[in-house]
Nanobody
Framework: QVVESGGGLVPAGGSLRLSCVAS????????MGWFRQAPGKEREFVSV????????YYADSVKGRFTIFRDNAKNTVYLQMNSLKPEDTAVYYCAADRYVVAIREGRAVEVWGQGTLVTVSS
């Protein structure tokens, strides 16, 4: 199980940090990532971090602005979002899977969070 938090309303150019707490079993061996779904659009991959070596991947649309990192002691993965744009407005979902590729490609991801809404005002 994973539970997200940290969404809210922020002006364009602002920053926000999302958090995702995972159960101990998941966090100790699973890759963790983030997806988002904007109104009227399909859910899309945002970022993922591997379990073993902390390798990260990002969607081109967020590269250089968003940073994913994990705190193993707190079983938590974070998404630091800077220089936010109105087009970043979406429900952001935390995801967990044994394989990084499953999250990167959005294929049969094992565990999904309930989502947290991020709204960026222009």
């Amino acid at each position: 199980q994973v539970v997200e938090s940290g969404g809210g309303l922020v002006p364009a150019g602002g920053s926000l940090r999302l958090s995702c707490v995972a159960s101990g079993r998941l966090f100790s061996s699973y890759a963790m990532g983030w997806f988002r779904q904007a109104p009227g659009k399909e859910r899309e991959f945002v970022s993922v971090i591997s379990w073993s070596d902390g390798i990260t991947y990002y969607a081109d649309s967020v590269k250089g602005r968003f940073t994913i990192f994990r705190d193993n002691a707190k079983n938590t993965v974070y998404l630091q979002m800077n220089s936010l744009k109105p087009e970043d407005t979406a429900v952001y979902y935390c995801a967990a899977d044994r394989y990084v590729v499953a999250i990167r490609e959005g294929r049969a991801v094992e565990v999904w969070g309930q989502g947290t809404l991020v709204t960026v005002s222009s």
